[in-house]
């Protein structure tokens, strides 16, 4: 299995239809992880962030309701039943990326703010090597965990406005998903299995 990265925008899930109909869909889990939030903005990207990763298992024919998640002591999310099956995610502004790997992966994404004094470009490549290998920033920084593998780092040109960087031993490939055309496939696949006496998606 290639490493699979999926990137999406989350301004569609603005939208009421949009927001409840994926909501629905994701695990009982991502629902309360997105309840907790406050602020609407963050219910986006982490609903957003659920929503790639289910698509992601979907693809690869993986049953997302037999998959137990739990978290390091560093708070890496990780399926404590598949020893194969690795996962990244993250989000930043408006947009939400998903990594997906039979190897250990690491993703980040950036918001490129031009006020900050923060070397943007530096950080997500320290970001997804520290999400790959579930180390804290400040070690790989400290020399503590010895070189980065650079070569193994990718940097994805989808947005001028954004970095994205992807830590991945093996080849991959990039989706940019589409949550307004994906409500629209799910939705009318759906409505044809009800028509048909079929099980609703």
Aim: hydrophobic letters at 35%.
């Amino acid at each position: 299995m290639s490493t699979k990265l999926y990137v999406a925008n989350t301004e569609p899930l603005k939208k009421v239809s949009l927001f409840e109909y994926f909501y629905e869909l994701v695990p009982e889990y991502r629902q309360k992880k997105i309840d907790f939030f406050l602020q609407n903005k963050d219910k986006y990207l982490s609903l957003g962030a659920g929503v790639l990763l289910s698509y992601a298992l979907k693809n690869q024919n993986e049953d997302e309701s037999n998959l137990l998640i739990r978290y390091t002591l560093n708070g890496k999310p990780f399926f404590e039943n598949r020893s194969n099956l690795f996962f990244s995610l993250s989000h930043s502004n408006e947009m939400v990326m998903c990594a997906l790997s039979s190897k250990r992966v690491g993703c980040d994404v950036e918001f490129l703010d031009r006020q900050s004094e923060i070397n943007i470009d530096e950080w997500t490549t320290l970001e997804s090597y520290s999400k790959a290998f579930d180390i804290p920033v400040d070690s790989i920084v400290t020399g503590l965990h010895g070189n980065i593998e650079y070569s193994c780092i990718k940097t994805i040109n989808l947005s001028k406005d954004y970095i994205f960087k992807l830590y991945t031993e093996e080849k991959y490939s990039v989706e940019l998903i589409d949550f307004d055309e994906l409500y629209y496939k799910q939705g009318l696949v759906n409505t044809i299995m009800y028509n048909l006496g079929g099980k609703n998606l």
